[in-house]
């Protein structure tokens, strides 16, 4: 069973989660692919996988106009009922990943997981609480997607 990662991230933080979240499927023995949004070129790019987790950092209170212009597009590739997730770094606000949840549940009407959204201080994601904290969300997503296979 295999998961995209889809992300933004500008200065690095929110990729480093990506890479963690991908470690925690990993161990759990799923596969896991990271692409950058910009690199989603149409609906194609995003076929085949289980589960669905997206990550973008909070700027100015919102996400990026980059995965606003993703979330348009991951409309069409039809995911509904597959496992979602969503994360990402901030400083203090943090507003970017729960806005991803409720669009992945509310408009795509996915099955996202019981954790919520994943948000970590950007001075926090190296620390072994913060590199736990992605693993562990990798890891329980994976569990989803075998739960309902
Ligand atoms: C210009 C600017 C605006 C920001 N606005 C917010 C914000 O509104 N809320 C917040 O929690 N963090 C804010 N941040 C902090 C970023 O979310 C944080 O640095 C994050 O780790 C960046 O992730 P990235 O390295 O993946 O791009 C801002 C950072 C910059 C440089």
Not at 52 to 64: A, E, L, S, V, W
Not at 99 to 109: A, G, L, P, R
Request: hydrophobic share 35%.
């Amino acid at each position: 069973m295999k998961a995209l990662i889809a992300y933004v991230s500008r200065t690095g933080n929110t990729q480093t989660m990506a890479e963690y979240i991908a470690e925690g499927l990993r161990m759990s023995g799923y596969q896991a692919d990271l692409k950058k949004v910009s690199e989603i070129k149409n609906i194609k790019d995003m076929e085949g996988y289980d589960a669905y987790i997206f990550g973008c950092p909070t700027y100015h209170r919102d996400m990026t106009e980059g995965m606003k212009q993703f979330l348009f597009l991951a409309k069409e590739a039809g995911l509904e009922n597959k496992v979602g997730g969503a994360f990402g770094s901030y400083t203090h606000s943090g507003d970017a990943a729960s806005i991803i949840f409720d669009t992945m549940e509310n408009v795509y009407n996915m099955n996202m997981t019981s954790l919520g959204h994943l948000l970590i201080k950007e001075k926090k994601i190296s620390d072994q609480e913060g590199i736990k904290a992605c693993q562990d969300y990798g890891s329980e997503l994976g569990k989803k997607m075998q739960e309902i296979a």
